[in-house]
């Protein structure tokens, strides 16, 4: 908004701009009043020049709402993921090697259970969470799903992160479980081993939405 229509008292405000950004706009405008323009015709200059000029004037400082929100969504590298993938079985022994290939050269903790039902947890960054997600689903599967999943942002400097990672870790880096097998083709494991391998690492309730059943 322009005030005063004399050629040395004419000044702009915006709610917009903050106090430094204002005053440096304002000085510039009497600057170019001062050296283009004398009389009238002079409310009519600084309107055009505002118009050409001040746009140069808004930066992100003036929008401090704006930063204030968009600093606090964190990155993918801000937050500890913990994904639990269901798959109708684990045989293939290449398979079994991707997992634990991938899942070692992406720093994951955790493990993966082969067999009828096939079980893997990963645990690290929730960005090589979900590259590690990425790269298993493309491989050919008659069922996967991640079953469940948790997200726990990580308070802090990027510093601290891996700090923050080993404080959520619940499991030691990744590894494939067996447990007890049996069965005819030997693709069976004990889910009781199962279930009390889970209730040591602080996550027995995840037995039951893999099976439908508590653990016992």
């Given amino acids: 908004m322009l005030s005063n229509v004399n050629c040395g008292l004419i000044f702009t405000r915006s709610p917009s701009l903050i106090r430094k950004q204002q005053s440096q706009l304002n000085a510039d405008l009497h600057t170019y009043l001062k050296n283009s323009c004398s009389g009238d015709v002079c409310i009519l200059s600084a309107t055009e020049w505002i118009k050409d000029h001040a746009a140069a004037y808004f930066s992100k400082e003036s929008l401090p709402s704006s930063r204030s929100e ?15 993938i269901y798959s109708h079985h684990i045989y293939n022994k290449q398979k079994r ?25 990963v645990e690290g960054l929730q960005s090589t969470c979900e590259e590690f997600w990425t790269r298993i689903r493309r491989l ?7 079953r469940h999943r948790e997200d726990i942002p990580l308070i802090g400097a990027a510093a601290d992160i891996p700090t923050g990672i080993q404080k959520q870790n619940k499991f030691p880096p990744f590894e494939e479980k067996l447990f007890n097998v049996h069965g005819t083709r030997g693709n069976h494991m004990d889910l009781g081993q199962l279930y009390q391998f889970l209730n040591e690492k602080g996550c027995a309730e995840v037995f039951q939405m893999y099976f439908g059943i508590a653990g016992q």
């Fill in 97 to 121: 090697k991707n997992i634990l290939d991938w899942a070692k050269e992406l720093n994951l903790s955790g493990f993966s259970m082969p067999g009828k039902p096939g079980v893997i947890c």
């Fill in 70 to 84: 968009a600093s606090t969504v964190p990155s993918k590298d801000d937050i500890f993921t913990r994904l639990w």
């Fill in 140 to 146: 050919t599967w008659q069922r996967i799903l991640i």
